[in-house]
């Protein structure tokens, strides 16, 4: 009898024994390979989680990650807090929760979302959540079907970028300048996706200091967007993770605080206390929260209950508005160490943002500079930072880059700019040999006009939307 060459299924009337086994797609790589969901398949390490290994180098100066500086807390205090939670309520800390989270830890929440016009809120609408990422996760599961429209700010952050990935719902950015989102450009939006059939799921925004774009959306512009969202009946995912560190005014309105239906808002504590605790929460009308409610319990089943206690305590026993008051000193010491160098030591044509808050500045290379071909100079020069590649849904960005400066000392700031600026130099002397780029004509600004303002801070579509002009 003939035998079948390996994979070869055999024709009609042969043996059911005989069926030769399924070969996967790349055996020697994974054998599992053709197992895998389709939801799978565009998964990628994010341009931030493929830095740790490097940033974690003494010799390295990071501006890339955004992590908080927990050394600013009082630790001796949160550690014996949470020693003593341990030993005197293990029986409630140490044991299973709700799933809708710890009632003490979502009436402080609404405490916490009042001091940005958030007073009508009921803890019955909140969920504690294991950080934001997962709010933002749940709020996905429960309103996007594979092949769903996501409108986003271009750049955007790039957890949400993952999550919208792994749900299978397409991303479509919209245009940003100096006050944020434009209002216009998301009208656009939703004429368009309505003229093509595209079902719009929601709008993800981050408003408040924006990651990674540095920027806030202005005060008429909230207005116009909840006007458009009326008009369109556009839900809004509202994520606020900077909102009370701003360096120069009180924390501004949210979005939530001017519609409780249109608006599902996401909060976190990784900012204004500890990463590490992972407690997070979303605030949503009631119909949505049940649904949340019955995600969370099949994802984890319920939020941790050490964290939840620790945080509720820390706003009970702590003066943690005063401690949000030392991390935004902190943090604009550490913004104008940023600011200061990039004006003393960045080439030419070099463009990028002010924040007013928050950790981060977006920073646009001279024309024809990339930043992700010059990473691996820049580690070699031991500095670290973040394409602006992985900011994109669709590949965009690679002329730019962002910048924390949330975490280093000023000092190590300066330093790791003037490496960059070396790094940036060297490239464009590189490319002045061959002769294939114009770095662009030097214009001052006068020292009165805030220097922030950049060609293009959003991508090649949209270079009307900014000032041309030398931070």
């Not at 409630?92 to 016009?117: F, H, K, N, W």
């Not at 434009?182 to 981050?206: H, M, S, W």
């Not at 030097?442 to 060609?455: L, Q």
Request: aromatic residues 8%; charged residues 20%; glycine residues 8%.
């Amino acid at each position: 009898m003939a035998t079948l060459p390996p994979g070869v299924p055999p024709g009609p009337g042969a043996n059911a024994h005989l069926h030769s086994p399924v070969v996967p797609r790349h055996p020697r790589l994974d054998p599992l390979a053709d197992r895998y969901a389709a939801r799978t398949h565009g998964m990628k390490t994010s341009e931030i989680r493929a830095l740790f290994s490097v940033v974690s180098r003494p010799e390295v100066v990071s501006l890339a990650g955004g992590m908080p500086a927990v050394t600013a807390l009082p630790l001796d205090a949160v550690g014996s807090m949470i020693g003593d939670l341990v030993s005197g309520m293990g029986a409630q800390t140490l044991q299973y929760g709700s799933g809708q989270g710890d009632p003490r830890l979502r009436e402080r929440i609404c405490d916490v979302m009042a001091l940005e016009g958030i007073t009508d809120a009921s803890p019955s609408e909140v969920v504690v959540t294991v950080g934001s990422q997962q709010g933002l996760d749940l709020v996905t599961r429960v309103f996007c079907d594979p092949g769903d429209v996501v409108l986003a700010e271009g750049p955007s952050y790039v957890g949400a970028l993952g999550v919208f990935q792994s749900s299978e719902a397409r991303v479509r950015h919209v245009p940003m300048d100096d006050d944020g989102l434009i209002p216009e450009a998301l009208e656009q939006a939703l004429l368009e996706c309505r003229a093509n059939g595209d079902r719009v799921k929601f709008l993800y925004t981050v408003p408040n200091y924006h990651n990674p774009a540095g920027v806030t959306l202005s005060e008429p512009r909230r207005e116009q967007i909840m006007a458009i969202a009326d008009r369109y009946d556009l839900l809004i995912v509202e994520d606020n993770p900077y909102g009370l560190l701003g360096f120069d005014r009180e924390p501004m309105r949210a979005l939530r605080a001017r519609n409780s239906q249109r608006v599902v808002y996401l909060g976190s504590f990784s900012k204004t206390f500890s990463p590490g605790l992972r407690v997070g929460w979303v605030l949503a009308p009631l119909a949505v929260r049940e649904k949340l409610v019955l995600a969370t319990e099949a994802q984890v089943l319920c939020p941790p209950s050490l964290t939840q206690y620790a945080v509720a305590r820390y706003l009970d026993t702590q003066p943690w508005r005063e401690q949000i008051k030392l991390f935004t000193e902190l943090y604009r010491e550490r913004r104008d160490a940023c600011l200061e160098s990039l004006e003393a030591m960045m080439p030419a044509g070099t463009t990028w943002t002010r924040p007013e808050g928050g950790f981060y500045v977006w920073l646009k290379l001279p024309h024809g500079l990339d930043s992700k071909l010059m990473q691996p100079r820049a580690v070699n020069a031991h500095v670290a930072y973040v394409p602006g590649i992985g900011f994109y849904a669709d590949g965009g960005g690679r002329e730019y880059m962002r910048l924390s400066y949330c975490y280093p000392e000023p000092d190590q700031i300066r330093e790791g700019v003037r490496r960059l600026a070396r790094v940036i130099e060297a490239e464009l002397d590189l490319h002045s040999t061959f002769d294939s780029v114009d770095t662009g004509t030097f214009r001052a600004v006068p020292r009165a006009v805030p220097n922030h303002t950049a060609e293009n801070l959003v991508g090649p579509a949209n270079s009307d939307h900014f000032e041309d002009g030398r931070a």
